[in-house]
């Protein structure tokens, strides 16, 4: 599942294309084809994210909102030269303006909801590294009551949203913390320690359109040693390393199952 960089760098793409446009909506799949005549020939005001979700803004405070889920595609395509390739039957949302046009298929969602309906997947969320503005005094309030692991709380969503398997694993390597602390064993130095990274971090996953963690002292051209070789992308530390040397103490990466997703760590840098 795309992680909450990704989202963000979708809006930004949308924004870049379509934004204050008039497009053509259609649903060639014929899923969305009643939301999308509603919208036809409407102007895309805006495009938005908050962690997983994805909102396309129109007049009359109505929103496309998408959730890629695990199968989920986006596809950006140029016309200014050639027109667009006809839309496949799995294509669920075509947006299309006379120089572009971009193919959603497989999403989890994708429904047309008004303002008030979008306010409350808001609400329901936990605040966005990403969001200029979100507080993350609102995911601490949670983290720092609870019993339950602080890897299972990162990627809970409605205590902090964006944050992945990748970013949750890094993190925690980043900071030194076992991810089988207790959240209320996090102290506020570590939260907000934490909190500032993610920033930083997923920010330049958006600028970069991948996820790179290590840092300047770590890459493989400081250290000597070959690149990652993964279909993810990305310099990491432990993310699907299972079993690899750690690139700072030199000990096995380990893995396991929590919250019905492969965790990654290090037991020597991130010990109990």
Not at 187 to 195: I, K, L, Y
Request: aromatic residues 6%; glycine residues 10%.
């Amino acid at each position: 599942m795309p992680e909450g960089h990704t989202i963000h760098r979708l809006a930004a793409d949308h924004r870049e294309r379509f934004g204050g446009r008039p497009v053509r909506v259609s649903s060639p799949q014929g899923k969305f084809a009643d939301s999308a005549a509603l919208l036809d020939g409407a102007t895309l005001e805006t495009a938005e994210a908050h962690g997983k979700h994805l909102f396309l803004g129109f007049p009359r405070d109505e929103w496309i909102h998408i959730h890629l889920g695990l199968f989920g595609k986006v596809n950006f395509g140029d016309t200014a030269d050639a027109p667009a390739p006809p839309p496949t039957d799995t294509v669920r949302l075509r947006l299309a303006a006379p120089d572009a046009y971009v193919d959603l298929r497989g999403p989890t969602t994708c429904a047309l909801v008004t303002d008030a309906e979008k306010r409350a997947i808001h609400d329901r969320l936990g605040p966005d590294p990403l969001r200029t503005g979100d507080d993350p005094d609102k995911a601490w309030r949670r983290i720092s009551k609870s019993r339950t692991t602080v890897a299972a709380l990162l990627m809970d969503q409605k205590v902090i949203a964006g944050v992945g398997n990748v970013y949750r694993a890094e993190v925690l390597f980043r900071h030194g913390i076992d991810p089988y602390r207790a959240g209320r064993d996090l102290t506020r130095r570590e939260w907000d320690a934490m909190w500032t990274d993610l920033i930083g971090l997923m920010r330049e996953g958006v600028r970069l359109n991948r996820i790179d963690t290590v840092r300047p002292e770590h890459t493989p051209e400081a250290m000597g040693r070959p690149p990652r070789v993964d279909d993810h992308g990305g310099e990491v530390y432990v993310y699907r390393r299972a079993h690899q040397p750690c690139h700072i103490c030199g000990g096995a990466i380990r893995t396991a199952d929590l919250a019905a997703r492969n965790l990654f760590w290090c037991p020597g840098c991130q010990a109990r």
